[in-house]
């Protein structure tokens, strides 16, 4: 048996790894486009563990499974043990006997990174309450696909210190960027992330400070699944924050606007910010597909022995 890889995090890859998914992403889109039928993974099944609710992480791992000539199997908290109180390791042990992969959109991550201590195929993360890293595959295609290679510049993030922010700090240390996050007091992103990216990441307050010159600016909902209960003073505490047209025009003349969706027009966004030209937010969504072809071509094939 080869050793099995996971994508629980950007830092799974080397740098050259996450570039040639990037440019696979790109390649494998082309393909999409021009009606080429490439199915590497026939026969392979993937199965699909949501504990939390998705349109965009079902829609492009279900059909970039079917794309890629497999199949994807969906299961809700309602069809699994997980939700009935079986230990993370023994579902790990029994779905990876019968699967070739397994990706899971969770809250906890330490239910991710037991289930692939536990798992014989790899294990993607969909999202988990600390990181988004295919997200975050799809947002890098997107840039390199417009503007080319993101290395040397600079990208800003607005709002909420969450899951996405988190990973947009992994990918500055892995991909070679400048990250300038402006968030409310209190809503930083983990300490241990920005401990560990150094002087790639600055937080600021002013989101014009963090716009000034860059050429990436991307935001997130106030309010994510699971602190609905917060919304109301999240509403106030971030009302500061909104990325408007106008902080777009403190940023780089080729600055791109991404947002992963859905979407809160006139909260983190003004109403007519993704009509935008500068906004990039539908083929940033659509490449979640691309890119996640890209990592599942790379991990499940090399998943089981010769």
Known sequence: MMSVRHFLSFMDCTSDELLQLIHRAIELKELRNRGVIHEPLKSRVLGMIFEKASTRTRLSFE???????????????RDTQLGRGEPVDDCARVMSRMLDGVMIRTFAHSTLTTFAANSKVPVINGLSDDLHPCQLLADMQTFFEHRGNIQGKVVAWIGDGNNMC??????????????????????EPNATFLARAGDRVQVVRDPREAVAGAHLVSTDVWTSMGQEDEAKLRLETFKD??????????????????HCLPAHRGEEISH???????????????NRLHAQKALMEFLIPHATSA
């Open 272 to 286: 007519d910010l993704l009509e935008d030209p500068r906004a990039v937010v539908w083929d940033e969504a659509e």
């Open 166 to 187: 988190n990973s947009y700090i992994e990918a500055a240390e892995q991909l070679d960027f400048t990250l300038r996050v402006a968030c409310p007091k209190g809503f």
């Open 241 to 258: 924050y909104q990325v408007t047209r106008e902080l777009l025009d403190q940023a780089a003349n080729d600055v791109l606007f991404m």
């Open 63 to 77: 059909a970039g499974m079917i794309q890629l000539g497999g199949q994807a199997i969906f299961l809700s908290p």
